[in-house]
């Protein structure tokens, strides 16, 4: 394990806002225009609910833009949820990850991943499964099969994400041998 605790690397990936939340942001946008719109026919008291509908869009679409942050140091690969208005970013720690306890990593659909695959699905305790991708159907996704460790440990992990190239290599780095299936 000599060398590990050099290894350090850091990656955000945006992940990219649904269609049906795009839909609620035009709907309280429309929202929007027809109490303005009423508003200049009716009388004053209609601002009130405009500009309620169009704060109520803004913190909305605020909410719903998400960032996840990770994070490689040493063999403890770490996941942070980062999410809310610019003025108030909240931070969550969303999951934390040893290396040490990876079995395979490989691109989304490979066959490196079938019997990890099948091993996770039929182990005894339910699997726990993290999507921290971007959530872009254009980008392939890596997979990672670990044991949990903490307050799950032992359970069966599948954990989605996107990482670099340089975030790939990093994990290679942190866990010779579990890495494949990227045309090497």
Known sequence: MAGHEDIHCAQSVVR????????????????????????????????????????????????????????????????????????????????????????????????????AEADSLNAGAKRIVYDISAHDPDDICSVMYLTAIGKDAGRPLKVCFQPSPEMRDCIRQAAPGKVTGYGE
């Open 16 to 115: 990219r806002i649904p269609g049906h939340v795009r839909v609620i942001q035009w709907m309280l946008y429309a929202a929007v225009l027809i109490f303005t719109v009423i508003g200049a026919m009716q009388g004053f008291l209609w601002l009130f609910p405009a500009l309620g509908t169009l704060f109520g869009s803004w913190y909305y679409m605020g909410v719903a833009r998400v960032t996840y942050e990770y994070r490689l140091e040493g063999t403890r690969f770490t996941v942070e949820r980062v999410s809310g208005l610019k003025s108030k970013r909240k931070a969550a720690l969303f999951g934390e990850f040893d290396l040490t306890k990876l079995i395979v990593m490989a691109p989304e659909g490979s066959p490196a991943l079938e019997q």
